[in-house]
Every structure is written in structure tokens, then in C-alpha cells.
């Protein structure tokens, strides 16, 4: 059971790149989620699914698309990176129990645009 | 903007003392949870307080929620070395109408042995 799953940790893109950080989960749940954290900084969340076939935005949406491929697999793509995306972004999960969601999160990809 | 703003930005107390931080937010909620991030890691749930809970304990953690004057309070008793850590609230809100949680910036906790 290996929880939340992120590639790449590490990456690091021209201005103009695209790329695309993949997530997946072996929990079952239902909800995914795409955060990015700026240093000294809380999360900010840029899209999430609360079910598979579903994406909607979040706080900060601006520059990204998001794909639920499956019910495991929720995936961010950078189409044309810029340096304000330089960040560390973190995928999440998680399904309600008891009536409350409880995030699970992935170990995070350290991204940086030249 | 930020909904939960956590105070202290920085904290540093030797082992065996404790450690609180609080946290203020904006705006009514279902519940306000804390999570912890070691350097370099992913966040990982410590304890969930609904909005109608007052006081909730967990091992060496204790929580506070007052809803009226929309803060939260995370108490580390007998802290160890191996708690140093950012330590994030983040508030399940009414008022956005999606799944998700609006976290703070986070207080960061050293402890030194």
C-alpha cells in the first residue's frame, strides 16, 4: 500500500516547456487534489476532482489543465511553464468518512523554471 | 487570500517544554484540521476538530476550536527533538461550496535537544 504516489520529484524546465507531473493513489478514494507551495508559504489549491470524470478549479488555475484519467490517476500539466510556476506541487487524496475529508498527500515534485 | 493565518510564523523551545501554535480563519466551517510537514516531505494529517467540538485530544496533542472568535489552538505537550516540523491548520469551509481544505502558512517548530 503505497498511498499517494508522485513523478517526477525533480524537474527542471525552460521557460516555454510543457510537462506534465503525474499522481496516483492505491487508497480508493474518490477526491484528488493539486496543490503548489511557495517557500514560506501555506498550500494553495490549483484544481481538484471530487470524483472520477469530474475537475474543477481551484485558488489558482491559472496556467494549468488537470486530467482524472481513472479513479487512481489524476495528473497536472504545465502546457508552456513560466519562472512564477517554479514551486513545489503536491497531489492529495481523500474520501469521506464520518462525514469529514482527510487529505492524504503525496511526497511532492520540486519544480523550477529557468 | 490566506483563510487560516498561523501565529507563530517561528517557534523554538527545548525539549520537554510545550509547544502552541494557533491559528485565526475568516470564514464559518464544517471543521478545522492540523497537519505536520517534515522538511522536504508531504503533509500528513494529525488530528480533526468539528466545528461543534471545543477540545479534542490526541496522545501528546490537544486542540481547541472557538468558533466565536474563529481560532484554533494546537497544544504539543513534552515536545521531542522529532517534532520539529511545519505545522499547517486548514479549515473545511461552508462558503466555497467545493471539497476542499484552504490552509494556512504554517508555523515552523524547532526543538532542540
Known amino acids: 500500500n503505497a498511498g499517494v504516489t508522485q513523478t517526477p520529484k525533480f524537474q527542471v524546465l525552460k521557460t516555454g516547456q510543457s510537462m506534465t507531473l503525474q499522481c496516483a493513489q492505491d487508497?480508493?478514494?474518490?477526491?484528488m487534489y493539486w496543490y503548489r507551495q511557495d517557500p514560506g508559504m501555506g498550500l494553495r489549491l490549483i484544481y481538484y476532482s471530487a470524483s472520477e470524470g469530474t475537475t474543477d478549479k481551484g485558488e489558482v488555475p491559472n496556467g494549468y489543465n488537470v486530467s482524472r484519467l481513472n479513479k487512481r490517476e489524476f495528473s497536472l500539466r504545465l502546457e508552456s511553464a513560466a519562472p512564477s510556476q517554479t514551486s513545489v506541487y503536491f497531489c492529495?487524496?481523500?474520501?469521506?468518512?464520518?462525514?469529514?475529508?482527510?487529505?492524504?498527500f503525496g511526497p511532492g515534485t520540486r519544480l523550477t523554471v529557468l | 487570500s490566506q483563510q487560516g493565518e498561523e501565529d507563530p510564523q517561528a517557534l523554538s523551545i527545548q525539549e520537554g517544554e510545550n509547544a502552541t501554535m494557533n491559528c485565526s480563519y475568516k470564514t464559518s466551517i464544517n471543521n478545522l484540521q492540523w497537519y505536520r510537514q517534515n522538511s522536504g516531505r508531504g503533509l500528513v494529517h494529525l488530528i480533526l476538530?468539528?466545528?461543534?467540538?471545543r477540545e479534542k485530544h490526541s496522545g501528546r496533542l490537544r486542540v481547541t476550536l472557538d468558533t466565536s472568535k474563529k481560532s484554533s489552538s494546537l497544544l504539543i505537550t513534552a515536545s521531542r527533538a522529532a517534532d520539529t516540523a511545519s505545522y499547517f491548520c486548514a479549515t473545511d469551509r461552508m462558503d466555497t461550496g467545493r471539497r476542499a481544505l484552504t490552509f494556512g502558512s504554517g508555523t515552523r517548530l524547532q526543538v532542540q535537544p
Open positions: 476538530i468539528r466545528s461543534n467540538e
Open positions: 492529495a487524496s481523500s474520501d469521506k468518512k464520518a462525514g469529514h475529508h482527510t487529505q492524504y
Open positions: 487508497m480508493n478514494h474518490n477526491s
